[in-house]
């Protein structure tokens, strides 16, 4: 199995990856991260590392933002709902997601 990513960037400057998996010859692709900061929206993956500290990555593991967990809800059928706050290209945001290697889908602040 091999592993890579593709990043494309669009005339108003948002940057869009595109993660690819390949298998026994066969390529399978789907939207990794996006940061589009004049949009307001950013997207990646929520990393917490052995120290316990929590940080937005690309699809490849790139470091895009630090992550502050400022609370934990419970969802449907009790699952457990982490919601995240950052600070990027100045401006605040706020997301929520499953937790540790779950995609996170983030806005700016109000």
């Given at each position: 199995m091999k592993a890579r990513?593709?990043?494309e960037t669009t005339a108003d400057g948002a940057r869009h990856e595109l993660g690819i998996v390949e298998v026994n010859g066969h390529e399978?692709?789907?939207c990794g991260s996006t940061?589009?900061?004049s949009a307001g929206v950013l997207v990646g993956y929520v990393h917490v590392g052995a120290d316990g500290v929590a940080t937005l990555t690309t699809w490849d593991g790139q470091h895009i933002?630090?992550?502050?967990k400022s609370g934990e809800s419970r969802g449907w059928c009790r699952s457990r709902i982490t919601c995240w706050?950052?600070?990027f290209a100045g401006k605040r945001?706020?997301?929520r997601n499953a937790g540790a290697s779950m995609l996170l889908r983030m806005r700016t602040g109000r």
């Amino acid at each position: 199995m091999k592993a890579r990513s593709h990043w494309e960037t669009t005339a108003d400057g948002a940057r869009h990856e595109l993660g690819i998996v390949e298998v026994n010859g066969h390529e399978f692709a789907a939207c990794g991260s996006t940061i589009d900061a004049s949009a307001g929206v950013l997207v990646g993956y929520v990393h917490v590392g052995a120290d316990g500290v929590a940080t937005l990555t690309t699809w490849d593991g790139q470091h895009i933002c630090p992550l502050y967990k400022s609370g934990e809800s419970r969802g449907w059928c009790r699952s457990r709902i982490t919601c995240w706050r950052a600070t990027f290209a100045g401006k605040r945001w706020h997301g929520r997601n499953a937790g540790a290697s779950m995609l996170l889908r983030m806005r700016t602040g109000r």
